[in-house]
């Protein structure tokens, strides 16, 4: 079986709804070998990450449309690529709410760094893990992981890459006064 990132278009679903959608997709599918292991849900979409046969993709995209029409489906494999492009990649699927992705595409880019750096892009993992835990409704986990985020972003350098680390420390404080998750972009 290969692993897939399903994007299905968000009909109205609320990081509540993430078990609701779990089960609702393994009944759709139970005719069909497939795995369904979670549901996020993001503003636009409803992220779905699975296990199928590649040539039973199409069908169960079919068969999962009653969630929401698709909006992308993303082949899940390690990939080798450049730091640089594993840190763009990473910005974009934050940016986009793919928190999971984004999550997977800095654990790239920490994997050659050395140092301080690995600390820093450790602390982004970090921050995106506890939005995936959001939109799977688990707010507290998310938040718990706040406190460990800022002790690894430390007191970095102002700016990594193209990323505002002072900004992210701010959201985190922010987040943590309000014990409360707000997505933002970075």
Request: proline content about 2%; charged content about 30%.
């Amino acid at each position: 079986m290969q692993r897939y990132m399903l994007h299905l278009k968000n009909n109205g679903y609320s990081p509540k709804n993430s078990r609701e959608l779990v089960h609702k997709a393994r009944e759709l599918c139970s005719d069909i070998e497939a795995s369904i292991r979670v549901a996020r849900v993001a503003s636009n979409f409803v992220e779905l990450d699975v296990s199928v046969e590649q040539n039973k993709i199409e069908s169960l995209v079919k068969k999962l449309s009653p969630i929401g029409p698709l909006d992308d489906a993303r082949h899940v494999f390690e990939e080798e690529i450049s730091k640089e492009k594993g840190i763009e990649d990473g910005i974009f699927y934050f940016n986009n709410e793919r928190f999971w992705e984004s999550h997977e595409a800095f654990e790239g880019v920490w994997k050659k760094c050395v140092g301080r750096e690995k600390e820093i892009v450790q602390g982004i993992i970090l921050l995106a893990v506890a939005f995936a835990h959001a939109q799977k409704n688990e707010h507290s986990i998310g938040i718990g992981m706040l406190k460990r985020t800022l002790e690894k972003l430390g007191d970095s350098p102002s700016r990594y890459a193209t990323i505002d680390v002072d900004r992210i420390r701010a959201k985190i404080k922010e987040m943590q006064k309000k014990n409360k998750l707000i997505i933002f972009e970075i």
